[in-house]
């Protein structure tokens, strides 16, 4: 992806945190749709061959998780990934139909069921990637970060470990976001 995306999608996500009032962070991810004006649903009632969807009806919206699993709240892991899958498709939502971002385009695309599966390019696939990671950790926040937990005896100068502690993340989540905005991460302490 060219730096002209991710410098357009980190300044959509800042746009997106500011008018929608999101605070950092996160938390519950479930209750992002909602904050966005629309819903979130769970179901295997859609078919849609794909784990997540965005429905789209009138001007409202939902995004639905096929199968969420009951090991979310418990489960870091399971959480981690499911709320990645949210964000992703806040992202489909968002980028590629122009919810919030594009009223033209949204008021285009048809009501009904879109599932991730329709995502068909690699570029595109690529943005919703850099998208979840960036509503997740925004790049501001990072940086931020970064500059508070500078330590000699780290690579690039990052505590890892303490950064995502502090930002309520995970060491792997802190490192991918890192190489994303160009940060060479390596952490000896948790290998």
Known sequence: ??????????????????????KFPLGDTRELPEKLGGE????????????????????GFAIVICNLSSQYTIDPVTKANTDYLICRTIGQLMLHMGYHLEPKKWERISNGVHPYKEVRYAKQKKQLDYFANALMLPKTIYENASI??????????INVREMALDLHTTPLMIMERGKQLGYYLLDKSIY
Do not use: C, L, P, W
């Open 148 to 157: 508070h937990h500078t330590q000699v005896g780290y690579s690039h100068g």
């Open 1 to 22: 992806m060219q730096g002209n995306d991710t410098e357009k999608i980190d300044d959509i996500v800042e746009q997106i945190y500011e008018d929608f009032d999101i």
């Open 40 to 59: 979130f649903v769970v179901s295997s009632r859609y078919k849609v061959g794909d784990e997540a969807a965005v429905i789209k009806y009138r001007t």
